[in-house]
Nanobody, 119 residues
Framework: VQLQASGGGSVQAGASLRLSCVAP????????MGWFRQTPGKEREMIAQ????????TYIDSVKGRFTISRDIAKNTLSLQMNSLNPEDTGVYYC?????????????WGQGTLVTVSS
């Protein structure tokens, strides 16, 4: 299963970026979808997630009010709108799908897209 992430780039502090992730419909429709971020020397951390129907979202404190996660069920696409970017947002962003089926959790990852924010 392959999740295709895109949208990263190099921007100045204060700018915006929008990340996208396309997943197979068989996975997307039944999965909690999330965005994770990894920076050198640190573990990958979940920064935002959204439930299968999009009714509930969760964010880490450092991105609340700046980032918005959403999902387009018709296009099997997960998005992350990132506003007011700062250098601490720099990292590789991964999309993730996880779902509970047959008594166990299964997870899938995208290839990562690099976001670089300069001051």
């Amino acid at each position: 299963v392959q999740l295709q992430a895109s949208g990263g780039g190099s921007v100045q502090a204060g700018a915006s970026l929008r990340l996208s992730c396309v997943a197979p419909e068989s996975i997307f429709s039944s999965s909690i979808m999330g965005w994770f971020r990894q920076t050198p020397g640190k573990e990958r951390e979940m920064i935002a997630q959204i439930t299968p129907r999009g009714y509930s979202t969760t964010y880490i404190d450092s991105v609340k009010g700046r980032f918005t996660i959403s999902r387009d069920i018709a296009k099997n696409t997960l998005s992350l709108q990132m506003n007011s970017l700062n250098p601490e947002d720099t990292g590789v962003y991964y999309c993730n799908a996880r779902r509970y089926s047959d008594g166990m959790w299964s997870g899938y990852w995208g290839q990562g897209t690099l976001v670089t924010v300069s001051s």
